[in-house]
C-alpha cells in the first residue's frame, strides 16, 4: 500500500488543467499516466484490511467551520412584508430587502444572515420581523429581525427551543393582540410573549395539534383566520382562532370549502375569496358561518391577491386576470393582462398604484394598478441564484445555474447576480419541466429535464443562451456527456439507462438503452468508464456504485458493482487522475480505488452516523487534496492526501434540509452547495473570493427578463 508520502507525490505531479478524455476504443484509449494511477499489486491487502477495520475514533472536539461566503435565493415561501418604500422577501434562509422607491427600477439593497432553516412564514409586530422556518428533520425554529434600519434588517436571535420534541413541524407564524402565535402541526397552538420582543417566550396553549397545513395566516383584529388544503388535497379549509384573551386562544370554527373550485383562499376580514376553477366570494362577516354569495366560473388560477375593489388571480397559466370583487354578489370580469406569471405563489400591494408579483420563475413584477382594469407591466427584477437551484458547472469562470422551472441562469461569479436567463421550449406546467441537471461542453450546455427530456443550449453569447434542440426522454433525472454521447437515467415508472447521439443537437437520437434495478442519483463518465450511484432497493443487489465500460461509447457494458457497507449511494465525484471515486454513502464517506475499474476496492471510509434517516440525499465533491460531504446537518471539510485515511478537518451546520448539490469549483477555492429551497450556499476554502468587499451589498436588478 502506498504511503502518505506516495500518495502526495502522486497528488504534486498533476498537471494544473485536467486533460479531457473522450471514452474511445480500447486500441486508442491514452494509457493511464504513471504517476497518479494506483497499481493493483501495491494496495490490493492493505486496502481490503482497510475495509475490514472500524472508522477511526473522530476528534470529539468541534472542528473549525467552513467560512460561508455568501448565500443567495432560495423559496418565497413566507408572505411579502411591505414597509414603506421596502419590501422585506423570504427567499431560503435569508430576508431580503428591496428598495421600490423607484417602483420601475427596484433594487435589492441588502440581505441578512441566514436563519436556522429555509423560512416558511413571516409576521411583524412593530419594529420587529418574526419569521418561522422548518426543516425536514424534526427542528423547526423561530427568527427574529430588527428592523429599526428598515433599509437593512438584521438578524437578532434564532431559536428552535419552543418545543424540545424531535418532532416539530411548523406551518406558520402571526402576531395578533401584542402576542405571537406559532402554529405547529404535531404539537398545536403556541403563544408568544413580547415583553422583550427581541426574545419572545413561548408558552404552549390548550390547542395541541393543528390538523391542517396551513399555508395563509392572518390576524383581524381580535381573530386568526388560517387556511391550507386538507391532507386528502380535496378540500380548502379555513380555521376562526379567538384570541381576545391573547394567553388562552381557541378554535371558534372551521370550515371546509371544495377544493377545485378554490385551489386557495384569499383572507380580508368578513370575506375570503376563492380562486380556481372558478371564482368564489365567501362571506365571512359571522365568523360561526361561511356563505358563498357570489360565484362564476374562469380560467384557472392557483393564487390571487385583492387591492381595493379588484381582485387579481394568477399563477396556473399565463397572465392575469383582474375581477371586480366590489358587489360581493356579483363579481365581474375586469381586464386581462399578457405577462409570465407560471407558478406566481405571492403579491402584494404598494399602497394602492402598483402590484408586486413574485413567481416561482425568478421574476418579481412590479404592476401599474392606477386603472385597474388596464394593469401595466413597469419592471421585472430577478430574484439572485433562483428560488430552487439544483445543479451547478462552470462557463467561462461563470456558475451556470439549473433553475428547475424554466432552464438556466448564467450569474455573476462574485454576487450571483443573475446576467443572462435561458427559458426553454416547453409546455407552460411546472410538471413539464423540472429541469434537474446541467453538464457544460465546450460552449454548450446540456440539461435534463425530468418533466421534458434532454435540452442542448448554446452559449457562444453568454449574454442570449440559444437553444439548439431537445429530445424526449421524461423521467430524466441524471445525465453526463462525453464527446457527442449524452449518458441519461431515469427511475420513474421505470429505470433505465440511456445513451443519446447529441452530435447534431437539433436531431439527437437514442442509440442505445437498458433497465436499471436501482435509483440513479448520479452519474460521472471518466476515464472511458461511466461511474452510476445508486439506491439499495429491497429484494434486489443494487445500492453503492455500478461501473459501465465505455470502449464502445454508444454501447456501455457493466463491468462491476460494489456495495460494501454503503447502502444507498446518492452521490459520487470521480478523480480521474487518481483512479479514485468519492462516494456519499447513507453512512458516511467512502473512497473506492477504481484503477482497475472491473475490480474497485473500498480504499478508505469515514463513517457518520445518521441513525434511522437513510434517505438524507447526501452529497459529496473534490478538489485536490480535500474533499466535502454534506448532509441535511452538516458540510464536513475531509483532507483525502492519504485516500485511506479521510481525516476531518471543518465542519459547518446547515439548514436542516438535504442539499440538492455539491460542486467544487477547481479554479475559484470556491465550494457551491445548492439546497434548492434553502438557496445557494457559497463557502471560501483555500483561495480567497475574487473581488472582496461585501457580496451585492447593493445590487442593482435588470428591469426586464
Known amino acids: 500500500m502506498r504511503s502518505s508520502k506516495d500518495w502526495s507525490d502522486a497528488r504534486g505531479g498533476r498537471a494544473q488543467r485536467r486533460p479531457v478524455v473522450p471514452p474511445h476504443d480500447d486500441a486508442h484509449r491514452p494509457p493511464c499516466p504513471q504517476e497518479p494511477c494506483m497499481t493493483r499489486t501495491l494496495l490490493a491487502v492493505a486496502l481490503l484490511s482497510a475495509f475490514v477495520l472500524p472508522p477511526a475514533a473522530h476528534a470529539a472536539s468541534s472542528p473549525e467551520p467552513v467560512k460561508l461566503d455568501l448565500i443567495r435565493g432560495g423559496a418565497v415561501?413566507?408572505?411579502?412584508?411591505?414597509?414603506?418604500?421596502?419590501?422585506?422577501?423570504?427567499?431560503?434562509?435569508?430576508?431580503?430587502?428591496?428598495?421600490?422607491?423607484?417602483?420601475?427600477?427596484?433594487q435589492r439593497?441588502?440581505?441578512?444572515?441566514?436563519?436556522?432553516?429555509?423560512?416558511?412564514?413571516?409576521?411583524?409586530?412593530?419594529?420587529?420581523?418574526?419569521?418561522?422556518?422548518?426543516?425536514?428533520?424534526?427542528?423547526?425554529?423561530?427568527?427574529?429581525?430588527?428592523?429599526?434600519?428598515?433599509?437593512?434588517?438584521?438578524?437578532?436571535?434564532?431559536?428552535?427551543?419552543y418545543n424540545d420534541a424531535d418532532n416539530k413541524f411548523m406551518v406558520g407564524i402571526v402576531a395578533a393582540n401584542g402576542h405571537l402565535y406559532l402554529f405547529d402541526n404535531n404539537h398545536g397552538l403556541y403563544?408568544?410573549?413580547?415583553?422583550?420582543?427581541?426574545?419572545?417566550?413561548?408558552?404552549?396553549?390548550?390547542?395541541?395539534?393543528?390538523?391542517?397545513?396551513?399555508?395563509?395566516?392572518?390576524?383581524?383584529?381580535?381573530?386568526?383566520?388560517?387556511?391550507?388544503?386538507?391532507?386528502?388535497?380535496?378540500e380548502v379549509a379555513l380555521h376562526v382562532y379567538d384570541v381576545s384573551?391573547?394567553?388562552?386562544?381557541?378554535?371558534?370554527?372551521?370550515?371546509?370549502?371544495?377544493?377545485?373550485?378554490?385551489?386557495?383562499?384569499?383572507?380580508?376580514?368578513?370575506?375570503?375569496?376563492?380562486?380556481?376553477?372558478?371564482?368564489?366570494?365567501?362571506?365571512?362577516?359571522?365568523?360561526?358561518?361561511?356563505?358563498?354569495?357570489?360565484?362564476?366560473?374562469?380560467?384557472?388560477?392557483?393564487?390571487?391577491?385583492?387591492?381595493?375593489?379588484?381582485?387579481?388571480?394568477?399563477?396556473?397559466?399565463?397572465?392575469?386576470?383582474?375581477?371586480n370583487v366590489g358587489d360581493i354578489d356579483h363579481p365581474q370580469s375586469a381586464g386581462h393582462l399578457d405577462i409570465l406569471t407560471l407558478g406566481g405563489r405571492h403579491a402584494a400591494g404598494l399602497g394602492t398604484t402598483n402590484l408586486l408579483l413574485q413567481t416561482d420563475t425568478d421574476l418579481m413584477h412590479t404592476i401599474d394598478i392606477r386603472t385597474p382594469g388596464k394593469p401595466r407591466r413597469t419592471a421585472t427584477g430577478w430574484i439572485p441564484a433562483g428560488v430552487d437551484a439544483r445543479d451547478v458547472?462552470?462557463?467561462r469562470g461563470k456558475p451556470v445555474l439549473v433553475q428547475p422551472n424554466y432552464g438556466l441562469t448564467i450569474n455573476d461569479a462574485v454576487t450571483l447576480a443573475p446576467l443572462a436567463r435561458f427559458e426553454a421550449r416547453a409546455p407552460f406546467s411546472l410538471e413539464d419541466r423540472s429541469f434537474e441537471q446541467v453538464d457544460v461542453v465546450g460552449d454548450r450546455a446540456y440539461l435534463a429535464?425530468?418533466?421534458?427530456?434532454?435540452?442542448?443550449?448554446?452559449?457562444?453569447?453568454?449574454?442570449?443562451?440559444k437553444e439548439l434542440g431537445s429530445f424526449p426522454f421524461w423521467g430524466a433525472a441524471v445525465m453526463d456527456v462525453e464527446s457527442h454521447y449524452a449518458y441519461v437515467a431515469k427511475w420513474t415508472n421505470g429505470g433505465l439507462f440511456g445513451v443519446l447521439d447529441v452530435a447534431n443537437p437539433a436531431d439527437m437520437k437514442l442509440v442505445w438503452y437498458e433497465g436499471l434495478v436501482g435509483q440513479p442519483y448520479r452519474l460521472k463518465v471518466a476515464n472511458g468508464h461511466a461511474f452510476m450511484a445508486e439506491s439499495a432497493e429491497p429484494g434486489t443487489t443494487s445500492g453503492g456504485v455500478r461501473i459501465y465500460d465505455l470502449a464502445r461509447p454508444d454501447r456501455p457494458q457493466q463491468v462491476a458493482h460494489i456495495n460494501q457497507n454503503c447502502g444507498n449511494a446518492f452521490d459520487l465525484s470521480v478523480d480521474a487522475e487518481l483512479s479514485l471515486v468519492y462516494v456519499a454513502c447513507q453512512n458516511g464517506l467512502q473512497i473506492l480505488d477504481v484503477s482497475?475499474?472491473?475490480?474497485?476496492?473500498?480504499?478508505?471510509?469515514?463513517?457518520i452516523d445518521n441513525g434511522e434517516f437513510v434517505f438524507q440525499f447526501q452529497k459529496v465533491t473534490h478538489r485536490g487534496d480535500r474533499a466535502w460531504y454534506a448532509d441535511d446537518r452538516n458540510l464536513r471539510e475531509?483532507?483525502?492526501?492519504?485516500?485511506?485515511?479521510?481525516?476531518?478537518?471543518?465542519?459547518?451546520?446547515?439548514?436542516?434540509?438535504?442539499?440538492?448539490?455539491?460542486?467544487?469549483?477547481?479554479?475559484?477555492?470556491?465550494?457551491?452547495?445548492?439546497?434548492?429551497?434553502?438557496?445557494?450556499?457559497?463557502?471560501?476554502?483555500?483561495?480567497?473570493?475574487?473581488?472582496?468587499?461585501?457580496?451585492?451589498?447593493?445590487?442593482?436588478?435588470?428591469?426586464?427578463?
Not at 427567499?91 to 427596484?106: E, H, I, K
Not at 397545513?213 to 381573530?223: E, L, R, S
Open 77 to 106: 415561501t413566507g408572505e411579502l412584508i411591505v414597509d414603506g418604500r421596502y419590501v422585506h422577501i423570504p427567499t431560503g434562509r435569508v430576508l431580503a430587502t428591496w428598495d421600490y422607491n423607484v417602483p420601475t427600477a427596484p
Open 109 to 161: 439593497i441588502a440581505s441578512t444572515e441566514p436563519a436556522g432553516g429555509p423560512i416558511i412564514s413571516t409576521t411583524r409586530q412593530g419594529q420587529y420581523l418574526y419569521a418561522a422556518w422548518r426543516g425536514s428533520d424534526g427542528i423547526s425554529g423561530v427568527a427574529v429581525y430588527s428592523l429599526a434600519n428598515p433599509a437593512a434588517p438584521k438578524l437578532v436571535a434564532d431559536t428552535h427551543d
Open 191 to 234: 403563544v408568544g410573549d413580547l415583553s422583550d420582543p427581541a426574545h419572545p417566550r413561548f408558552v404552549r396553549s390548550a390547542i395541541e395539534t393543528v390538523p391542517v397545513q396551513y399555508t395563509q395566516i392572518k390576524a383581524f383584529g381580535n381573530q386568526i383566520q388560517a387556511s391550507g388544503r386538507t391532507w386528502l388535497g380535496t
Open 245 to 323: 384573551n391573547p394567553e388562552a386562544p381557541y378554535l371558534l370554527s372551521a370550515h371546509q370549502v371544495d377544493g377545485f373550485d378554490s385551489f386557495s383562499l384569499n383572507l380580508a376580514p368578513g370575506m375570503a375569496i376563492g380562486i380556481g376553477n372558478q371564482l368564489s366570494l365567501f362571506d365571512t362577516s359571522d365568523p360561526s358561518q361561511m356563505v358563498r354569495r357570489g360565484w362564476m366560473d374562469v380560467p384557472p388560477a392557483t393564487r390571487g391577491a385583492r387591492v381595493g375593489s379588484y381582485f387579481y388571480s394568477f399563477g396556473w397559466g399565463d397572465g392575469i386576470d383582474v375581477w
Open 393 to 395: 458547472a462552470m462557463y
Open 449 to 465: 429535464a425530468w418533466g421534458a427530456g434532454v435540452f442542448a443550449v448554446d452559449l457562444t453569447n453568454p449574454k442570449a443562451p
Open 596 to 607: 482497475n475499474p472491473a475490480k474497485p476496492v473500498v480504499a478508505g471510509r469515514y463513517g
Open 638 to 705: 475531509f483532507d483525502v492526501s492519504d485516500p485511506t485515511k479521510p481525516k476531518q478537518l471543518k465542519a459547518t451546520s446547515l439548514a436542516h434540509r438535504s442539499p440538492q448539490r455539491l460542486f467544487a469549483d477547481p479554479n475559484s477555492g470556491r465550494v457551491y452547495l445548492l439546497g434548492g429551497e434553502t438557496g445557494v450556499h457559497v463557502f471560501s476554502t483555500t483561495l480567497p473570493r475574487p473581488g472582496g468587499g461585501d457580496p451585492g451589498t447593493k445590487l442593482p436588478v435588470p428591469s426586464r427578463p
